[in-house]
DNA sequence: TGTTATACATAAGAAAATTATGCATATATT
DNA sequence: AATATATGCATAATTTTCTTATGTATAACA
């Protein structure tokens, strides 16, 4: 890929972003969709993502379900009433981000 | 500004771009250039960017021209024939990126 | 005369990732 | 039957990249 770094600091708000569109999703599930979504441009790392969920949820911005599919261990994460409030508020800060390096790397399309 | 995080990592391309338009700056006014660029979104704090500097120069990416203007001194970064090329490589990878990140938080407008 | 602006630099620490490793079950392949 | 790949979780060691704090020095302004 090369720019995996980029998204470093993004990787919080993605998954917000995708618990806001599906209401209950587990961390393999996760991994494959933003896979999918990015046309394997970004493949999150369990070593990212497993503290980053365990991060969310000691802050209260995500509950835990644990469920047993198939004999296998399943980790439901949803968004809590705050993580709805916060998934707002990065999401606004994410766009904010991505107009002003738009307007650096692209002045010429960023006239508005 | 509270969405600092999310430019880790994007350092290097932001001063790669200046100087693809600019030829020859030196880090304070990369500084205020990203500041007014970004309408004070953006704060280059020293502690990022003279060693961002030093290692793009160490890397063969920038070429380095002392001056000493009003007795104080300054050190002009420009672009080598090496960090031309790089500075594309790495424009083409932020757009990935922006188009990519677009695409996550707002997927109706993405359909392209 | 003290504060703000200009101009460089580095060190300590924090944050967020990568890489490596581990455990365990299910499914597909040879 | 054996082996590899996929599913599913987790953590530790290390690296990268930043923030925060500190240091030096000159110029301009109040």
Same mark, same amino acid.
């Given at each position: *890929?090369?720019?995996?770094?980029?998204?470093?600091? &993004?990787?919080?708000? +993605?998954?917000?972003? #995708?618990?806001?569109?599906? !209401?209950?999703?587990?961390?393999? %599930?996760?991994?494959?969709?933003?896979?999918? #979504?990015?046309?394997?441009?970004?493949? +999150?790392? %369990?070593? @990212?993502?497993?503290? @980053?969920?365990?991060?969310? %949820?000691?802050?209260?911005?995500? !509950?835990?379900?644990?469920?047993?599919?198939?004999?296998?261990?399943?980790?439901?994460?949803?968004?809590?009433?705050?993580?709805?409030?916060?998934? @707002? &508020?990065?999401? @606004? %800060?994410?766009?904010?981000?991505?107009?002003? *390096?738009? &307007?650096?790397?692209?002045?010429?399309? &960023?006239?508005?």
């Amino acid at each position: *890929m090369g720019n995996q770094k980029l998204y470093k600091g &993004s990787l919080q708000t +993605i998954i917000l972003k #995708l618990l806001e569109e599906k !209401d209950k999703m587990y961390g393999y %599930e996760i991994t494959q969709k933003v896979k999918e #979504l990015t046309k394997g441009e970004l493949n +999150i790392t %369990e070593g @990212a993502l497993y503290p @980053a969920l365990h991060k969310l %949820e000691a802050e209260g911005l995500l !509950d835990v379900e644990v469920a047993k599919v198939d004999n296998r261990l399943r980790k439901y994460y949803k968004l809590t009433e705050n993580g709805t409030k916060e998934t @707002a &508020s990065k999401l @606004a %800060e994410m766009e904010e981000f991505l107009r002003t *390096m738009q &307007s650096i790397v692209n002045p010429k399309f &960023s006239l508005e």
